[in-house]
């Protein structure tokens, strides 16, 4: 890792989009300066469709050079910026990387569970989540982050997947985190990294809960039932600050 001087930076972004907040917490753990641009997935600018292969976010324009996909956006920054979020040891590094992959396979878990339409695909999408956690919390170490007092990249990975339970949990019927102390620990940690804190913004919550109300699943139909009192613990969650 060398830290070089940059081009200027712009992240074309989604407010809801897990994978801009790994990007986004990794630039501001390294101090980056860069400019955000937020876009509508739903209805998205041409401009936008030529730099982007996949039509998806984040998106990091350097200079007049294109990077896509978040987890070549962060390696990009780990081999151009310091500090190092990567172990040193190449053993570790491997690691880390894989565990990366298991919070995207963990991400697609999370959709189908709020997804689903009716109690059946909801229990078993819940189930395969369980799953995941209870595999998850085999791997932590002792914390506060995956890995110990360091923060990395594998931190910035699943503090978007912790987050989403923010707003299930009130309504969900299920503490995926009960039987798991060392991921409600980090999770717990997570909450009150300024890198991560700032990675939404204050109203990523309500447009959280509101999305998935338009799903029309089981989880939707739930928050919406509930939306007076899922709008009122939202606001005060812990993740809940101003980029």
Known sequence: MTTTSHPPLTLISHKLCPYVQRAVIALKEKQVDYQRIDIDLNAKPKWFLALSPLGKTPVLRVGHDVVFESAVICEYLEDTVGPALHPQDALQRARHRAWIEFASATLNAIWSFYTAQDNTAYEAAAAVLADRFRQL??????????SGERFSLVDAAFAPVFRYFDVFDAVSGIDFFADAPK??????ALAQRP????AVTEEYASLLAEFVIRQGGVLGRRLLAAAPAVRLKSSLSAYSAAA
């Open 137 to 146: 919390e085999k791997a932590v170490g002792d914390g506060p982050h995956f």
């Open 195 to 198: 890198s991560v804190r700032s």
């Open 183 to 188: 991921l409600r620990a980090w999770r717990a």
